[in-house]
């Protein structure tokens, strides 16, 4: 009988972290391998490139993670070093305004894919003479077929693709970005009382309109794969997925986190996400920015304590630069027996007197997303 593969895929700020789960393996010898996104490659090419003389840009594609990019592609239009062309889908990595976008200086031209990828599929980045044309993608098929070829391994043949990625979603411009994320993941939250960590896993189909990263990346998936099945989701409840993950060397860990009130940590690049959960139930969830706690490690562990106490609003949260708090039935942060903790920045915990546990499933933090989307892949399809 042939064993179930499925392909999960982390696309973070700076990595991809990327994991084929073989149920006839060990998760230690399943291919996985961490890669710069494809934000941080067009960013390394464009920084790599000469503007002394004004260049054209010509960028189509999807609507990626925007961030440091957009900003080297907003740089060069208002220093006068490059004119930027951009289709509407691949404009809405910049602003989620179409207006926004052409009063910082693009050009927004009709959808379409230019000549010069249908003569090198492959590309997604070329130089010609002094114009410079891009394809905005973060599934890339194309690479990924090749390299599972390489490893022996037929991407055709998987029963199914998982992919997440940070998603603030699009929102009228005089509301806050942060406000309507929180609101999209209270609307999520508030589907099942107590809600379950797997109401934010998207099958095929059930992404939220405003969600225009994650439905790019779901419509890569399903042209290049119709008939695969496939989540997509944001990448922060699915690193906490993967704390949720069974873990043999800690199973006596993963019983506790089960029967008795526990606090799980994804502490991101960007995002920190916190969920009190019990027998797989989320009690209270908030969410803020690492770089505030990297800032003050104090506040880190106030917020922790009266977060758990269910004292910390969502309103302190916003003003406090982060995104919200939804409370279902708080436990009191004495009643918390166990803090996981995963994500690039953990090591902020080691700067306050809270004890907690690093989770690190199938011995890689860096893999917690990808192995947390195989999880929810699992029970949502009957795996």
Not at 160 to 184: L, N
Request: proline share 5%.
């Amino acid at each position: 009988m042939r064993m179930p593969k499925i392909l999960a895929i982390d696309i973070g700020m700076g990595t991809s972290d990327v994991f084929l789960y073989d149920s006839g393996k060990n998760m230690e010898n399943c291919i996985k391998f961490v890669v710069p996104t494809p934000l941080r490659r067009y960013l390394k090419m464009l920084k790599g490139i000469s503007f002394e003389n004004k260049r054209n840009i010509y960028i189509c594609g999807e609507t990626i993670g925007g961030g440091p990019l957009a900003h080297k592609l907003t740089t060069l239009i208002e220093d006068g070093k490059a004119d930027v062309y951009i289709t509407p889908k691949a404009a809405y990595t910049v602003k989620n305004d179409h207006d926004e976008v052409r009063e910082m200086g693009y050009k927004i031209i009709g959808e379409t894919i230019f000549d010069i990828f249908q003569k090198e599929p492959s590309k997604n980045f070329i130089i010609d003479g002094n114009d410079i044309y891009m394809r905005f993608t973060e599934f890339e098929a194309p690479f990924l077929r090749e390299f599972f070829a390489n490893s022996a391994e037929n991407i055709d043949e998987f029963d199914g693709i998982c992919v997440c990625a940070q998603d603030h979603g699009q929102c009228k411009k005089e509301i806050s970005d942060r406000i309507h994320r929180f609101s999209e993941f209270r609307k999520i939250l508030n589907r099942e009382t107590p809600p379950s960590p797997y109401l934010f896993c998207n099958k095929n189909g059930e992404i939220p309109g405003t969600f225009l990263r994650l439905t790019s990346i779901e419509n890569a998936i399903s042209k290049s794969f119709p008939a695969m099945k496939s989540i997509v989701m944001d990448s922060s409840p699915a690193a906490l997925l993967g704390c949720l993950a069974y873990d043999d060397e800690h199973f006596e860990l993963h019983k506790q986190r089960l029967e008795q009130p526990y606090l799980m940590v994804n502490m991101g690049n960007n995002h920190a996400i916190f969920v009190i959960a019990k027998n797989e139930r989320i009690l209270a969830f908030y969410e803020h920015h690492s770089w505030v706690y990297d800032e003050d490690p104090a506040k880190l562990e106030s917020h922790i304590r009266n977060f758990c106490d269910g004292a910390l609003s969502s309103e302190e949260v916003f003003n406090d630069e982060g995104n919200g708090a939804e409370y279902f039935d708080p436990p009191g942060f004495k009643n918390i027996k166990n803090i996981i903790v995963t994500g690039p920045n953990r090591n902020i915990f080691a700067r306050t007197s809270l004890k907690v546990h690093y989770s690190a499933v199938a011995g890689d933090m860096m893999m917690s997303g990808p192995i947390g989307m195989i999880k929810a892949f699992k029970k949502l399809y009957g795996l």
